[in-house]
C-alpha cells in the first residue's frame, strides 16, 4: 500500500459528495473534500504528501474540472496523480477534452460503488480482493 492514503473529492454536487465520503471511508480510505476548484488547490496545498487521487466532477462553477487538472498537471509534482472524473456529462468531446486535460480516466454519474472500488484497486489504494 503506498504511503499517500487519502482521496480528494472535488464536486459541488453535495450528494455525490456525500456518497463517495460515506463509501471511501466505509472501506477504510480517508477522503478529503473540496466543492469547488479553488478549495481543491487549497486541500492539494495542505495535503500533497496524503493525497493518492483525486476525484472530480467536470462541470463546477468559475474553474470546471478540465480546468482544474490543467492546473494540476502544471505542478511537476502533481503531475503524475491519478486523477478521475465522476461526471454526469458524457459526449465524444468530453472524452476528447478530458485526455487533453490530463484526466486519466472517466466515472460516469450515476455510478455503482464496484466501479469505484475497481478503480481504487487499479491504482493501488486498496487490495483487488
Not at 480528494?8 to 453535495?14: A, G, N, Q, R, T
Not at 486541500?43 to 504528501?49: A, C, G, L, R, Y
Amino acid at each position: 500500500m503506498p504511503d499517500k492514503n487519502a482521496v480528494l473529492i472535488v464536486d459541488d454536487d453535495p450528494t455525490t459528495v456525500m456518497l463517495l465520503k460515506h463509501y471511501l471511508e466505509g472501506i477504510g480510505v480517508t477522503a478529503l473534500v473540496a466543492t469547488d476548484g479553488s478549495s481543491a488547490l487549497e486541500v492539494i496545498e495542505v495535503h500533497s504528501d496524503q493525497i493518492a487521487l483525486i476525484f472530480l466532477d467536470i462541470a463546477m462553477p468559475h474553474m470546471n474540472g478540465y480546468e482544474l487538472c490543467r492546473v494540476i498537471r502544471s505542478n511537476l509534482a502533481l503531475a503524475d496523480l491519478p486523477v478521475i472524473a465522476v461526471t454526469a456529462r458524457s459526449s465524444p468531446e468530453m472524452f476528447v477534452e478530458a485526455e487533453a486535460a490530463g484526466i486519466n480516466q472517466i466515472i460516469p454519474k450515476p455510478f455503482k460503488p464496484i466501479v469505484i472500488r475497481n478503480m481504487l484497486a487499479e491504482y493501488n489504494l486498496i487490495s483487488s480482493q
